[in-house]
Every structure is written in C-alpha cells, then in structure tokens.
C-alpha cells in the first residue's frame, strides 16, 4: 500500500472552510508539507511542518500533526474559488526521500 | 530570488527517441531532485543528485538517466521513449546540506507527450 494516503475530493462552498486530511506510516518522517497544484502548473509548497510540532499557522492555513496516529491535516480558513487546486501532502525523513500523497482535489463552489 | 526553472516547458516526441528535460536551481541551492507525475501513479522520486553526484535513486529503469553540472544546474535524459514515459517530470531544488532534510522548491515541470 502507499505511505502517505489522501482522500481524492473534497468539495466547499466559497466562504467555508476546508480541512484535507493525510495519513502517513513512516514513524522516522522529519518534516510533513502540503504543496498546491493548480491545473497544468508544477507543485507550489505551502506549509510544511517539523515532527515535533503540533500545529503551525500561516495566514488562512493552519496545519495538524498528530505524530502518535500519524495523521496530518491542512486547513483552509474562508475557503475562495482560487484555493481550487491539487493538495498533495508529502512527507521526508532524514535521509532527504521524500513521498507524497496522490492529491486531495478540491473544488471549491461560489 | 528566482525560483526553479525547466526548459522546455512542453515536449512531444515518438516512440523510440529520446529526449533531454533541464533543471536550473535556485541560487545556492546543492541539490536537484527529478519527479515523474502521472494521472495513475501520482507522483514518483526518479533521482537526486547533489554536487554532480547521484545521491539518491528511485525505483526506474536505466533509462531514465541524469546529471549535475558544477553550476548545480541539472539535466534528465530519458532513451528509447515508450507512451508509458508522457508525464509531467518535475524538478526540485533544496540546498541539500546533510543532516537535515530541507525544504523542496519544485520548478513549473515539462510537460512529456509521446505519440
């Protein structure tokens, strides 16, 4: 099985928020992301968090990180139409391998 | 500063040919890793490399190839195209620096078709 899992969609109503959700089974992860995809473009990282963290917050975004359950999540305060995208999580361990999620796609409805 | 950037930006090529993606990093930053990204399989580590040497190598087959200049400058050649090979190949810049592991900054892609 994958080591980082996403659910494929989520759909929001402008104005709502968002809260993508991301599993992991790497205990030895150092840091968690979450990159943005929009259509036909490369990967724009977003956030990304150290192991030791719970939570960081950055403006709309605010990441999770529960290290026991290896759950992660992105939070996406007054969700806007620009915010429809691919969100991949990802996560690294020492050794700089990096994995990744195969994408939440979020649509977000006016 | 700049970010990271890939020449060409589209590709299309018939099976059998082989074709050379470029990878220029952020200023400073050591080390260029290459991913393949396809609606199936998602996204796919292809390489790593750092001060002109492989560090790091994902699960395909040889020919998929790469190299680092001194500039950190990368290229990924990939012979004998099959359809399989049409993906968005993505680049990575990070400074690399052992010890920890830093943050990527991923390039725009190339997109590959292969007719």
């Known amino acids: 099985g994958e080591d980082v899992e996403q659910s494929l969609f989520l759909s929001v109503r402008e104005g709502d928020s968002s809260v993508i959700n991301c599993t992991y089974t790497?205990?030895?992860?150092?840091?968690l992301y979450w990159y943005k995809q929009e259509p036909g473009a490369g990967l724009q990282l977003l956030t990304y968090?150290?192991?030791?963290?719970d939570m960081k917050q950055d403006q709309r975004l605010t990441v999770l990180l529960n290290k026991k359950d290896k759950h992660l999540s992105l939070r996406i305060a007054d969700t806007q139409t620009g915010d429809s995208a691919i969100y991949f999580c990802?996560?690294?361990?020492?050794?700089?391998?990096?994995?990744f999620g195969a994408g939440t796609r979020l649509t977000v409805k006016p | 500063k700049a970010g990271v950037t890939q020449t060409p930006r589209y590709l299309i090529k018939t099976r059998g040919q082989q074709v050379t993606l470029s990878c220029s990093p952020i200023?400073?930053?050591?080390?260029v890793s290459w991913y393949q990204q396809t609606p199936g399989q998602g996204l796919q580590f292809l390489f790593e490399?750092?001060?002109?040497?492989?560090?790091n190598k994902g699960n395909f087959p040889g020919r998929f190839s790469g190299r680092q200049f001194s500039n950190s400058r990368s290229e990924m050649n990939v012979s004998t195209l099959e359809l399989g090979d049409s993906a968005l190949y993505l680049c990575?810049?990070?400074?690399?620096?052992?010890?920890?592991?830093?943050?990527?900054?991923f390039g725009p892609g190339t997109r590959l078709t292969v007719l």
């Open positions: 790497d205990s030895s992860s150092t840091y």
């Open positions: 490399y750092f001060s002109e040497t492989q560090r």
């Open positions: 990575a810049s990070s400074r690399g620096t052992s010890g920890y592991t830093d943050t990527q900054y």
């Open positions: 200023s400073g930053h050591r080390s």
């Open positions: 968090i150290f192991s030791n963290m």
């Open positions: 990802a996560e690294s361990t020492d050794n700089n391998d990096m994995r």
